[in-house]
């Protein structure tokens, strides 16, 4: 059955509860913790800030305020022998913009731009206004560079613009006073402000010093005034003070210049030489350039031909061969040598001499006075008969002695040795040219050196082009003397001497060498020319080395002519008429006057 529903139930009275109020005393002191914690926070932030590494913000701010100006030391002088100088440094100043300033500033760069352009480039007025401007605009950065080593009264231009973010910072460059005296020896600075060839990369060193720096605190481009100045002070370079003679290096280049010129000739180079000291008082080559204006150069011409272009020398070697064989005991000035038309060595190599000529009998002083490779194959193969590796290894000796085969001892950057292979190496014809000054090569400057050491009474002097070094308080100090090697004996030397006077007399192949009043000795080469581009010998090399006086030897000059043109290319109608002007000039220049005394009277045919 279903239950009626249940009436409901009466709702119970609520009994009141009392109300709690919060405590002040528990509130108040949670915040005064919170607070305090906080303020902690900050405190020890403080103490961080101010006390533990105060230190290193301080110097950050400081580093974020501190501007630095490098102080350019100036770099030295390359001076000539008398003390002049070739290549000196002189005041310039490069022009420096600050882009953030200038735009902060609220200041137009095309207006600067236009406005610099006048002063700026190579010739004033030719710099690219786009790409000024541009360097004016890019607000990002505080530093640049619009020209580097303007002259002081272009700054001063400048300077008197007015124009805000524009500073200039002493920068001083190197100018060559004397125009195009043996730029090829001095070299050139790049534009790092460093030696880039010559003696100017060789004693970069020595020449550049060290550059000092400014530093001051600055805020906006301005310098702060009360936070001081710290000064790192630049040290100056030294000067190099170089053997060259300013006036035969000038009268050596001109005239072979000419002769290059009149010849057309590939290339020519004059090495001028105190025998005595080992000084090398002019080195001047064909292929040069204008310090003052390098840009228009070419890579040839910036280098250094008479020490980097290496040549067989030819006849100018036979002086070697003969040395040997007087040194030796062999020969002497007046052997007698029949020479015939040909010499056939076997193998199938003949040699020939310039002339064809029948039988003939010379003296060991007519087979150097006509040149003949076949007299000094002969004579030479006496140094060892019937043992042709103990001859060679003795002509390599000599060879070696006199310097050939290695650099110069100039020192100089971009010198090659030359070749001369060892004698277990030299094929068949090398055992028979080499004699002769073929099958080998070498410098001008080495070509000179062996000369010298014949002049020098037998001893080598290590050539030289520096003697000696002047501080920035122009105290000198001599370069350490070359070393000094006695190759032969001054006995061997004075017959060798005596042959080579024959060479210039009327009877021998350099008359065109000869100086009036002075005795002249001396020796003609003309040797085949190898030329890489045509794959093999092309041309002649002509040349002439020779001394004066003969008697008593002050200067010493070798002239090469590589590739003249026409019939007539041969050492004593092309090199020995330059040696003669070189040499009359050097003579005079130098206050040298002839001895007064006789030639020697060798005979040449018997």
Not at 537 to 555: H, K, R, V, W
């Amino acid at each position: 059955m279903t239950q009626p529903p249940q009436p409901p139930r009466p709702a119970r009275p609520r009994t009141a509860t009392a109300l709690r109020l919060g405590r002040p005393k528990h509130r108040l002191r949670a915040g005064m913790f919170a607070l305090a914690f906080v303020f902690s926070l900050y405190g020890g932030r403080l103490v961080q800030l101010q006390v533990t590494d105060a230190g290193g913000y301080a110097a950050k701010a400081a580093a974020d305020r501190t501007a630095d100006v490098t102080l350019y030391s100036t770099r030295g002088s390359i001076l000539d022998a008398s003390g002049q100088p070739i290549a000196e440094s002189v005041d310039a100043v490069d022009v420096i913009a600050d882009p953030l300033l200038i735009a902060q500033q609220k200041q137009d760069p095309a207006v600067y731009a236009s406005k610099l352009a006048a002063y700026l480039g190579n010739p004033a007025g030719s710099v690219d206004v786009a790409a000024l401007r541009g360097k004016l605009a890019n607000s990002s950065s505080q530093y640049a560079v619009l020209e580097k080593q303007v002259t002081p009264t272009v700054w001063k231009q400048i300077k008197a613009l007015g124009l805000v973010g524009i500073t200039g910072n002493q920068d001083p460059k190197v100018v060559y006073p004397q125009g195009a005296i043996a730029p090829n020896v001095v070299g050139l600075v790049n534009s790092q402000g460093a030696g880039g060839s010559g003696l100017e990369s060789e004693y970069n060193s020595l020449l550049s010093g060290t550059n000092g720096k400014i530093s001051y605190q600055a805020a906006y481009g301005y310098e702060i005034p009360t936070t001081g100045i710290n000064e790192q002070a630049a040290v100056n370079g030294a000067s190099v003070e170089t053997t060259i003679d300013s006036k035969i290096q000038y009268a050596a280049q001109q005239a072979i210049n000419d002769e290059v010129s009149k010849t057309k000739a590939a290339l020519g180079t004059v090495v001028v030489m105190d025998p005595r000291s080992g000084a090398v008082l002019a080195l001047a080559t064909s292929q040069t350039f204008d310090p003052n204006n390098p840009g228009t150069a070419t890579s040839a011409e910036l280098g250094d031909a008479a020490l980097s272009d290496v040549f067989e020398p030819g006849s100018v070697a036979k002086v070697i061969t003969m040395s040997a064989e007087i040194q030796q005991g062999v020969t002497n000035p007046r052997t007698e040598v029949v020479v015939p038309p040909t010499l056939n060595t076997g193998d199938g190599y003949v040699v020939h001499d310039d002339n064809f000529h029948g039988t003939e009998h010379l003296t060991l002083n007519g087979i150097l006075a006509e040149s003949s490779n076949i007299g000094t194959d002969l004579t030479s193969l006496q140094l060892a008969p019937n043992n042709m590796a103990e001859r060679n290894a003795i002509l390599y000796d000599y060879f070696s002695a006199f310097g050939l085969g290695r650099q110069s001892g100039l020192g100089l950057p971009g010198e090659s040795p030359g070749i001369l292979a060892s004698s277990a190496d030299w094929n068949h014809s090398q055992q028979y040219t080499v004699a002769f000054g073929q099958g080998l090569s070498v410098n001008a400057v080495q070509a000179t050196s062996v000369y010298a050491t014949i002049a020098n009474e037998g001893v080598r002097v290590t050539p030289t082009l520096v003697k000696g070094y002047v501080d920035g308080n122009g105290k000198f100090t001599a370069a350490a003397a070359p070393p000094r090697t006695q190759v032969v004996s001054a006995s061997t030397a004075k017959q060798v001497s005596s042959m080579m006077e024959s060479v210039v007399s009327d009877a021998g192949t350099g008359t065109s060498a000869q100086i009036a009043g002075y005795r002249v000795a001396g020796k003609t080469g003309t040797a085949n020319r190898y030329v890489a581009s045509c794959g093999g010998y092309c041309g002649y090399t002509a040349s002439f080395i020779g001394y004066a006086p003969a008697d008593n030897p002050q200067l010493v000059i070798g002239v090469y002519v590589e590739g003249p043109q026409g019939a007539n290319y041969f050492g004593g109608s092309v090199s020995a008429p330059v040696f003669q002007k070189v040499m009359s000039y050097a003579l005079q220049e130098q206050g040298v006057a002839p001895t007064g005394t006789k030639t020697p009277n060798l005979p040449i045919t018997w």
